[in-house]
């Protein structure tokens, strides 16, 4: 198991409470992408490429009725929460359409996936997290269909400061230096990063053997409230980096952070970020 697939595994249930929803609408605007592959291919096959909770395998399910999907991630906790949301919020006759896999994006076929079987692709908020992006495009392009589409969002270089996670991050980095006690190991492995921009995006793909590539920068907007800002950090976003701390230590920097959210006005909980998105084909004369 890797660094990653283990991460996901242990935070899957946080991930469905405070994460999931806040990339949701991001995510399924990659289906309106993948829509003139379907319109031209009723029951096509649709890859879902690191599906974690399953959010668009569920909605490509529900939004075309024939269809087969196969969400595919490497986290066997994420892919659990992805069977249980499946199972219960589908129909049967759309919950036998959806197949979920274990495996990685960068060698799909030996998740049983076969090569040009694919018709099109999607990807939400997963290539930024591979070690090396180029064979995770390679193993995408390897199981499309010549003629098949990928779709795919990332986040792009960093934003606008946020003032919720400046006030966690002054909130540990100041709790750990007056306690004299180490500062958490950042956890999670080697990843490829974000993208930078649409201009790198379409290099990318170029350069991975895609053709006909289309990129542009949307804006990730989600307005928090207190509650939930909280959450995403202490629950899911830097969990990891509390549980390093001791019992003690970690009372304390919660108490720090809380005090610094109690002060920032409304609008400061409202997230702006960027992204980088776009859909490519296979060459069918390949």
């Given amino acids: 198991m890797t660094e990653m697939a283990a991460r996901y595994d242990l935070r899957a249930r946080s991930y469905g409470r405070c994460w999931a929803p806040v990339l949701a609408p991001a995510a399924l605007a990659l289906l309106d992408a993948v829509e003139p592959v379907i319109a031209n291919a009723p029951a096509a096959r649709l890859l879902?490429?690191?599906?974690?909770?399953?959010?668009?395998?569920?909605?490509?399910?529900r939004r075309w009725p024939l269809v087969r999907v196969v969400g595919l991630d490497i986290?066997?906790?994420?892919?659990?929460?992805?069977?249980?949301?499946?199972?219960?919020?589908?129909?049967a006759d759309d919950r036998v359409r959806i197949s979920l896999v274990e495996g990685s994006v960068a060698a799909p076929e030996a998740a049983g996936l076969g090569l040009a079987s694919i018709d099109a692709a999607v990807s939400s908020f997963v290539l930024h997290l591979v070690p090396d992006r180029a064979p995770a495009l390679a193993g995408l392009r390897s199981v499309l269909r010549p003629g098949g589409m990928l779709a795919l969002v990332v986040w792009a270089a960093e934003g606008k400061p946020w003032a919720i996670e400046a006030a966690f991050n002054a909130a540990l980095a100041e709790t750990v230096a007056r306690r004299?006690?180490?500062?958490?190991?950042?956890?999670?492995?080697?990843?490829?990063?974000?993208?930078?921009?649409?201009?790198?995006?379409r290099a990318e793909l170029l350069d991975a053997g895609f053709a006909d590539v289309e990129a542009w920068e949307p804006v990730l907007h989600h307005p928090f409230d207190r509650a939930g800002a909280r959450a995403l950090f202490v629950e899911y976003d830097r969990a990891a980096d509390l549980e390093q701390l001791s019992?003690?230590?970690?009372?304390?920097?919660?108490?720090?952070?809380?005090?610094?959210?109690?002060?920032?006005p409304d609008a400061a909980f409202t997230w702006d970020a960027p992204l980088v998105a776009a859909r490519a084909f296979r060459p069918r004369d390949v």
Avoid: H
């Avoid at 879902?48 to 399910?61: N, P, R, V």
């Avoid at 986290?75 to 219960?88: H, I």
């Avoid at 490829?192 to 201009?199: H, K, L, R, T």
């Fill in 75 to 91: 986290s066997a906790g994420m892919l659990a929460l992805a069977r249980a949301a499946a199972d219960a919020t589908l129909a």
């Fill in 247 to 264: 019992p003690v230590v970690r009372t304390a920097v919660l108490a720090a952070f809380d005090a610094a959210l109690e002060v920032l």
């Fill in 48 to 61: 879902d490429a690191g599906t974690g909770s399953g959010t668009l395998a569920i909605a490509a399910a």
């Fill in 180 to 201: 004299g006690v180490p500062a958490p190991i950042p956890a999670g492995g080697t990843r490829a990063g974000p993208i930078g921009s649409a201009v790198t995006a």
